[in-house]
């Protein structure tokens, strides 16, 4: 829990043999009145000692499942204000800033970050434009916009819900009907990585897919073990979705 020498913001970072990723996403976090916990799940490469050696707090996780990972990470924690980072995605520089100005002057209960992907496919420009259509729409983030949020909401919100995929969203949805969310600009760059398999419309059409039918109210375990997913999921926590 936050304490009166605690940093201003707490920056979680689930990973899972991320060693290649890690120490770009680390070095452009800016480390005045921050910390970073670096969850690790067992990871099979240097992640963690890459962590360690760049001063994070590294936060040892039994399973790869990053609702978990990022909740273990939030309960050491003690900042004010908690930002979850996917290890895979470059804030700006002035991003903390930007953050902490969005909740003290603008008032905001969380937020997240406008996204673009470090590519140059115009689908994926496409989808990032769409994007910030959601996010003006309805407030709503997905994890690699760098989703932020107030220390005692998240906590009233009883933090990330247990559930394999999605669980982003639905900590969106959820802090959005609490109150006020914001999109900061400049966006978060994040790899393209997981486009690479099937290419950018492929794996784009089947997440829209698998969206609509989790926001239809299927149960997410039951997506998460579906045909169109088992790939994409397997893959997501090689590179810890």
């Known amino acids: 829990m936050p304490t009166n020498d605690a940093p201003e913001i707490s ?42 050696a760049a001063g994070c707090h590294v936060v040892p996780a039994p399973q790869r499942h990053r609702a978990r990972q990022m909740n273990l990470g939030a309960a050491q924690a003690r900042g004010r204000i908690l930002l979850f980072l996917h290890a895979d995605t470059w804030l700006a520089p002035d991003a903390l800033a930007k953050i902490i100005d969005a909740i003290d002057r603008r008032r905001a209960l969380g937020g997240g970050f406008a996204r673009r992907y470090r590519s140059r496919s115009l689908t ?10 959601r996010n003006r729409l309805w407030g709503w983030h997905l994890g690699d916009q760098a989703i932020f949020v107030r220390r005692h909401v998240f906590d009233q919100l009883h933090g990330y819900r247990d ?50 039918r989790y926001l239809s109210g299927v149960d997410p375990n039951e997506l998460c073990l579906s045909g169109v997913h088992r790939i994409k999921h397997l893959q997501t926590y090689e590179r810890l979705s």
């Open 11 to 52: 920056v979680v970072i689930p990973v899972a043999n991320e060693a290649a990723a890690l120490p770009d996403c680390l070095a452009r976090i800016s480390r005045r009145s921050s910390e970073i916990l670096v969850v690790d799940a067992a990871s099979d490469d240097q992640s963690a000692a890459l962590a360690r």
């Open 124 to 133: 994926l420009a496409l989808t990032s434009r769409l994007a910030g259509i």
């Open 163 to 212: 559930i394999p995929i999605f669980e982003d969203l639905d900590f969106s949805r959820r802090l959005r009907a609490l109150g006020k969310t914001m999109t900061l600009t400049p966006p978060a760059y994040s790899s393209a990585r997981r486009f690479a398999e099937k290419g950018p419309l492929r794996t784009t059409w089947d997440d829209l897919r698998l969206t609509r």
